[in-house]
């Protein structure tokens, strides 16, 4: 293996690209180059030997080594690892050439010329090896669960930030002390903000996930209702504070600086020396925004957000779970089951399992067409050459047809029912006035009647033709509703002529009369309210 081919490809693959670079940005495309490197190790081939070389380097204060005692050291820690002197030597190599090892200048005490040998070599992590490795250990440490949040050290802030101001308040300011309080303000903000960070990552991370059911779903729920309400809290009631004490410390700021700058501290050598956190206006600038909100959104209120969100989705879930068109569980049991047969399944199985689970038929037309077939679309015909099918939309956008929304209100027959009633009640009374006037004429021939009349004498004497009792001799017809009694009577060669406003009737060969109905010395006057017949006793 070349140890420096892929990063020398990798800095003329950056510098190729795009318009020809200027000189400022040449270096800077290098240096960015030079600083990724350092994280080579972790992936390149042998991957596990560099971890554990440069976990052995780093595991104390500026613990330099030789090849030699490296291989003694890794014997001890991991007996497993089969590796030569050699191969620790060239691995060595290859990490100085990354960068993350500098061959240390220590002079080795020895009493024959093969130690000599044996330990002229000695490296030690550098700067920027050393924190690579600390952030690669941490990934490798850290555990697929939720990340605690440092929720404690929001009140600690406030009482800090309250130090700080009764430092500056104090006739004589303690450099130290305050510059104590101003590291620890800044340290307590990045792990609370690493801390959130990282919790709000995992949620957003779980809630995504479909297959949450069963005992998995109601432990995310709790912890996220008791957790995350928690923690809001906490952020109501320390965050105005924090913003209110940073907003007194800026008007100071230029006190709190110049007390920190009059420390003894670290002078710059070959670049700028890496001052700790709150030594510079952009530092607290940039603390006082993340309270107050002057770049944009706060801090506290973007924690607000996204326990509204994870909130939200959580709703949407169980929603989702108790869907009436779903099963209203997890499939997780499922898909592990098919993935099961899956993996014992042979080809031929697995296609049919395949075609089973997912439905991967070939196209047939089958329902959902016109409901009047042309005859052009047949069994063989492509989908592009037939006509269109409209699908409906809750099958296009939900995949059933099943019906959605509130079932419509059963409406009231009451307004109807009484409306039908006056419509028949006032049919009847035109029928017995119509009736009455039949019978108040008796002998028709000749009459003078309105059209309404003329229409029931007509009915009846439809009736009696239809079932032809009119030809055998007289013969009646009765309407007990309107009380009304019609009898013809067949004479040849006479007629009936009824005279009306629109135009004369005239019956031939039949001698028409109109009486009341009488029904054994009884006559009906006629329905009453209920639409009860009413029978009246006669005398002869």
């Known amino acids: 293996m070349a140890p420096n081919s892929d990063a020398g490809d990798t800095q003329a693959r950056v510098v190729e690209a795009g318009d020809p670079p200027s000189e400022t940005s040449s270096s800077a495309t290098a240096a960015t180059v030079e600083r990724l490197t350092l994280y080579r190790y972790v992936t390149a081939e042998n991957a596990a030997e560099y971890l554990q070389l440069m976990r052995l380097f780093t595991e104390t204060l500026l613990n330099d080594l030789s090849a030699a005692e490296a291989h003694e050291a890794l014997l001890r820690a991991v007996p497993e690892l089969a590796m030569s002197v050699d191969d620790i030597e060239n691995r060595c190599r290859q990490l100085v050439t990354w960068g993350n090892l500098v061959p240390s200048v220590r002079d080795a005490r020895v009493a024959t010329v093969s130690e000599w040998l044996r330990s002229r070599s000695r490296y030690q992590a550098s700067k920027l090896g050393g924190r690579v490795h600390r952030q690669v250990d941490d990934v490798l440490r850290a555990s697929d669960g939720a990340r605690e949040i440092a929720r404690e050290l929001l009140g600690g802030t406030v009482q800090t930030l309250e130090r700080i101001l009764a430092h500056l308040d104090a006739p004589r300011v303690e450099g130290d002390a305050l510059a104590a309080d101003v590291t620890t303000v800044f340290n307590n903000q990045r792990l609370f903000a690493e801390s959130a960070t990282d919790f709000y990552a995992f949620v957003q991370g779980r809630i995504s996930r479909y297959d949450l059911g069963g005992s998995e779903y109601a432990a995310f729920k709790t912890m996220l209702l ?276 629109d135009g004369d009737l005239t019956v031939h060969d039949l001698e028409l009369r109109a009486d009341p109905a009488a029904v054994a010395g009884t006559v009906i006057d006629g329905p009453d309210e209920v639409g009860n017949h009413v029978w009246r006793e006669t005398t002869a």
């Open 226 to 501: 008791t957790y995350v309400d928690l923690i809001s809290a906490d952020v109501a009631r320390h965050a105005p504070a924090v913003a209110a004490l940073l907003e007194k410390i800026e008007e100071r700021l230029d006190l709190v600086l110049a007390t920190l700058d009059s420390l003894p501290g670290l002078t710059d050598t070959d670049g700028p020396a890496e001052r700790s956190p709150g030594r510079t206006r952009a530092d607290w600038d940039e603390l006082t925004a993340w309270y107050t909100g002057r770049r944009g959104r706060s801090g506290p209120s973007q924690l607000r957000a996204a326990a509204d969100q994870a909130l939200g989705q959580l709703i949407a879930n169980a929603k989702r779970m108790l869907a009436a068109a779903g099963t209203g569980a997890s499939r997780r049991a499922d898909l592990l089951r098919l993935a099961v047969w899956f993996d014992e399944a042979d080809t031929a199985i697995a296609h049919r399992i395949f075609d089973a689970a997912f439905g991967a038929y070939p196209a047939r037309h089958l329902l959902g067409g016109p409901e009047e077939d042309s005859g052009r679309a047949g069994a063989t015909t492509s989908w592009w050459d037939s006509d269109p099918v409209d699908v409906p939309l809750s099958l296009r956008e939900r995949g059933d047809r099943t019906a959605r929304g509130r079932a419509s209100r059963v409406p009231d027959p009451g307004l109807d029912r009484e409306r039908l009633l006056a419509e028949a009640q006032a049919e009847a009374n035109r029928k017995r006035a119509a009736a009455a006037e039949l019978a108040a004429a008796g002998n028709l021939n000749g009459a003078h009647m309105s059209p309404a009349a003329r229409e029931l004498l007509l009915d009846r004497v439809a009736d009696l033709i239809a079932i032809d009792q009119v030809l055998s001799g007289p013969a009646t017809s009765t309407d007990t509703d309107a009380n009304l009694v019609i009898t013809a009577t067949p004479v040849a060669g006479t007629k009936t002529v009824v005279r009306c406003s």
